[in-house]
């Protein structure tokens, strides 16, 4: 009898590691394809991976892809160019209201006109839907600011630290 308990406990615990497996590929996933539209210029999907209430900040979509072209814009007259961005594993899940929040590290490569920069960066991770799909917001906008549009933030969760860009 304890071995068949045993072994059922084992199979719960082994399926509850493999869900939480799946929500962190699909959340992996989610955040390399929203990173690279930002490199390639797809600033509609970009959208669709931006947590809405960012978007509503901006004054609606429009405005926020307006805003995103003006930004890229900037930086190419400035002669910079994001070379490559790498998304790091995610951390751990945290409930937060009807959401689940994660933080996951993004390393981005800048080539500008006074050499190549890695901006060791953060972004939050945002589901309504239990892992299916998310939504982020860049670290970098500062943590007073994120907790605006976050009423239910699960204080358990902590907010990366920015980093200055380091030359490389």
């Known amino acids: 009898m304890k071995i068949k308990y045993f072994f059922t406990l084992l199979l719960l615990f082994l399926s509850l590691l493999a869900k939480s497996q799946d929500k962190k590929s699909i959340l992996k996933n989610q955040a390399q394809e929203m990173s690279q539209a930002s490199i390639n ?45 790498e998304i790091g594993e995610s951390g751990d899940f945290f ?18 006109k006074k050499g190549r920069f890695l901006i060791d960066s953060y972004l ?28 239910n933030f699960n204080n358990e969760l902590i907010i990366p630290e920015i980093n200055k860009p380091i030359r490389i």
């Not at 409930?95 to 500008?112: C, V």
């Not at 991770?125 to 549009?149: E, H, R, Y």
């Open 124 to 151: 939050l991770a945002i589901s309504s839907d239990n892992g299916q799909n998310w939504f982020f917001i860049d670290c970098n906008i500062g943590k007073d600011f994120i907790l605006s549009f976050l009423p």
């Open 41 to 85: 210029g797809n600033y509609d999907l970009v959208l669709k991976y931006t947590y809405p209430k960012i978007v509503e900040e901006f004054g609606g979509s429009e405005n926020f892809i307006a805003e995103i072209n003006k930004a890229m814009g900037n930086l190419k007259t400035e002669g910079t160019q994001i070379e490559k961005v």
């Open 95 to 112: 409930k937060a209201g009807d959401e689940l929040h994660s933080i996951l590290n993004e390393k981005i490569t800048l080539n500008t």
